[in-house]
């Protein structure tokens, strides 16, 4: 037997091996759409999409199913989800217009403006912070941001003023948004910096000697022809803020509150749920057939997501390619 | 004769100096503006990641006792009586070599058809995207999808069934497969890229020899993209070692690993147990047991691990540039 492993093989065979290992892959991908479909089946068949609205409080509808027996009865899946979705929404449009706008002054310092000894620092010590776990992420805002925004920024009359609603403990939206940010910057700041490397030297130095400033080459020229490589970047930082869980989870307050933004600055420090750590919290409870159902509802949007962003990805790059720089 | 040329005396010499440079101060202030702004932004992130590394550190040497690496957890109330996290460590060892061992040939054999065979074309294209796709779904998700597989009756040999019937899906087996799919992506892209700058001549001499393109692949290619191969282990193991919500799914959060069945070594697979990630989110106040110094000690020890194998790419990726004759590359991860 090992020895007709040793033997070379026949190229057909080998070529076609590899083919179905690959094709793996595929079929992964494929079970994972059916699965979560399949199981989530139950709540949008009883409800439509009507689940996604807003109604009542998501917590306690969540709790009723946990009871409901093994059969359960259609209108046992009743769900109002909206706050959940609004979270996951809201955090992520807060995160990453911010984390753009650093990444892009971060990845031009680094390729353009910084020193050659800063720059060497700066892409590892980047690269680090791209590589932390989110659960120390979490363990720093739930240790120590949170209780700082408790006692030091939220004054007693704001506490006062939403204390039959919710109760503000300084774990919200800010601290969510906050490490968020932290969190997605690193990663949109690796693709645009290789972008960045990958552009002509020629063309910047065209740009300078017409008499043009460093900063002025840099966003007139290099910026424009790596539009496709921010389109990726915004992209996945898009995906993975989407998907955060655990981080969330741990400093969000976790209940879902939906944060209104009438309540002027208070609205900062309102507790909030997403998607994502919605599916952490109740894993638990996934022995009842109605909240793992709604649990699943929860996942197939999230995986929906994360394919309709990379074919908006895909489709937004087509046309910005032609300077033929990678992206 | 140039109306433009400067009027030069016989014998005297053109002044040739460097050009005068632009300074900030003479820029429009909207450019001064962004200068100032791109420093702030790489140096205040900069910043951010040394303010990350110096408070664990500084809370990991205030908590971190010897001790704790060798003890195992026990169920205390009092963060003095609650033991130490040997178990954990070992879990993470167990599931990181469970996940990379399922992802290692996954990756590199689809690497390899891609970047070499790749026919027919629509097919290649369809098996990179689904490597995208995968790359683009949170982890939470996959740690869904994996406990509905591994509930299925089909797979219930791999965890722990229940007496009733039901089959549990929480193993170290289930937990490594998914994290195997956490690990594929940049295990992917690093191997094909690797493929892909190997210089057609090396191929073409293999050819010329009489290889097959099998033995060619063998024989040349992947022993000359080995260090590309071991830069994708070393970013797989740093997902794998670093994510949280697949161990939370699909570990079954036990204190101690839990043996399942008789046979010596697959038992501990089928067993559940737990990690540093989920021994830290346990024991953070998000957790059950609210243990800040425990949990402190825990993340300092995964952040060291963290920057170990950072540090590891690092040297890999110099090595490899020395070996081939380039300067350290300039890029990001």
Redesign the interface.
């Known amino acids: 037997m090992l020895e007709r492993l040793r033997r070379p093989w026949p190229d057909n065979r080998a070529e076609r091996t590899l083919g179905a290992v690959s094709l793996l892959v595929c079929v992964l991908v494929l079970a994972m759409v059916v699965f979560v479909a399949l199981r989530a089946w139950p709540t949008f068949s009883h409800q439509g999409l009507s689940w996604l609205g807003s109604g009542g409080d998501v917590d306690k509808q969540i709790g009723n199913m946990v009871g409901t027996s093994v059969h359960p009865p259609p209108s046992a899946f009743f769900v109002r989800a909206w706050p959940i979705v609004y979270g996951s929404l809201l955090t992520t449009a807060m995160a990453v217009p911010v984390a753009l706008a650093l990444a892009l002054l971060a990845s031009v310092f680094i390729v353009e403006l910084a020193p050659a000894g800063l720059r060497r620092i700066a892409i590892p010590v980047i690269r680090l912070l791209a590589s932390v776990p989110s659960v120390i992420y979490g363990l720093i805002g739930v240790l120590v941001l949170v209780p700082f925004v408790g006692n030091d920024l939220i004054s007693a009359s704001q506490k006062a003023s939403v204390q039959n609603v919710v109760e503000l403990t300084g774990a919200g939206l800010a601290v969510a948004v906050a490490i968020l940010t932290v969190m997605i910057t690193p990663i949109m700041v690796a693709l645009i910096c290789e972008a960045l490397t990958s552009v002509p030297r020629s063309w910047r130095e065209g740009a300078l000697a017409l008499g043009v400033n460093p900063v002025r080459a840099v966003s007139a020229v290099t910026l424009k022809a790596i539009r496709p490589a921010i389109v990726a970047a915004v992209v996945l930082a898009t995906a993975r803020a989407l998907g955060e869980a655990v981080m969330i989870q741990m400093v969000s307050g976790s209940r879902s509150f939906a944060p209104k933004p009438i309540d002027g600055w208070t609205f900062f420090f309102e507790p909030l749920r997403t998607l994502a750590s919605a599916i952490i919290d109740n894993s638990e409870g996934l022995g009842a057939p109605a909240v793992r159902s709604t649990v699943y509802a929860f996942a197939f949007l999230l995986l929906f997501s994360a394919f309709v962003l990379s074919a908006a990805g895909y489709l937004i790059k087509l046309p910005l390619r032609k300077y033929h720089v990678q992206g | 004769m140039s109306t433009f040329a400067p009027h030069l005396e016989p014998g005297q010499l053109m002044h040739v100096g460097p050009g005068r440079r632009?300074s900030?101060r003479e820029?429009r202030w909207r450019?001064r503006l962004?200068?100032g702004?791109?420093?702030?932004?790489?140096?205040?992130?900069?910043l951010?990641?040394?303010a990350?590394?110096v408070?664990?550190g500084v809370r990991g040497i205030q908590y971190l006792r010897p001790g704790l690496l060798f003890t195992r957890p026990a169920p205390g109330v009092v963060q003095s009586q609650s033991g130490g996290f040997l178990d954990p460590l070992l879990g993470t060892a167990l599931l990181t070599l469970v996940g990379i061992l399922l992802a290692v040939?996954?990756a590199v054999?689809?690497a390899?058809?891609?970047a070499e065979?790749g026919r027919p074309t629509w097919?290649a294209r369809?098996?990179e995207?689904?490597?995208?796709?995968?790359a683009?779904?949170?982890?939470?998700?996959?740690a869904?999808?994996g406990?509905?597989?591994f509930q299925l009756s089909l797979f219930a040999p791999f965890s722990f069934t229940a007496s009733g019937g039901g089959v549990y899906g929480k193993s170290f087996l289930a937990a490594g497969a998914m994290m195997s799919?956490i690990a594929?992506p940049p295990l992917f892209t690093a191997t094909r890229d690797g493929l892909q700058a190997v210089p057609t001549h090396m191929r073409e001499a293999a050819f010329a020899l009489g290889k097959?393109?099998?033995?060619t692949?063998r024989r040349v290619l992947l022993p000359s993209v080995r260090s590309n191969i071991a830069t994708g282990v070393t970013l797989g193991v740093?997902r794998i070692?670093?994510?949280?919500?697949i161990v939370?799914?699909l570990l079954g959060g036990t204190l101690h690993l839990e043996a399942q069945g008789s046979i010596p070594g697959l038992n501990l697979l089928k067993g559940t147990g737990s990690t540093l990630?989920s021994y830290?989110?346990d024991n953070?106040?998000?957790g059950e047991g609210a243990a800040?110094q425990k949990?402190?000690a825990a993340?300092f020890v995964?952040?060291a691990f963290?920057?170990a194998?950072?540090l590891l790419v690092?040297r890999i990726g110099r090595a490899h540039a020395a070996a081939r004759g380039l300067t350290a590359a300039?890029?990001?991860?």
């Open positions: 632009s900030p820029w450019d962004m200068l702004a791109a420093w702030a932004g790489g140096l205040g992130l900069c951010v990641a040394g990350i590394v408070y664990m040939p996954l054999s689809s390899v058809w891609i065979y097919l369809i098996v995207s689904s490597i995208e796709i995968v683009g779904t949170p982890d939470i998700v996959i869904i999808f406990l509905a597989i799919l594929l097959t393109r099998i033995t692949i740093s070692i670093g994510d949280t919500a939370l799914l990630t830290v989110y953070s106040p998000a800040p949990a402190y993340a995964l952040l963290v920057l194998l950072n690092d300039g890029g990001v991860v």
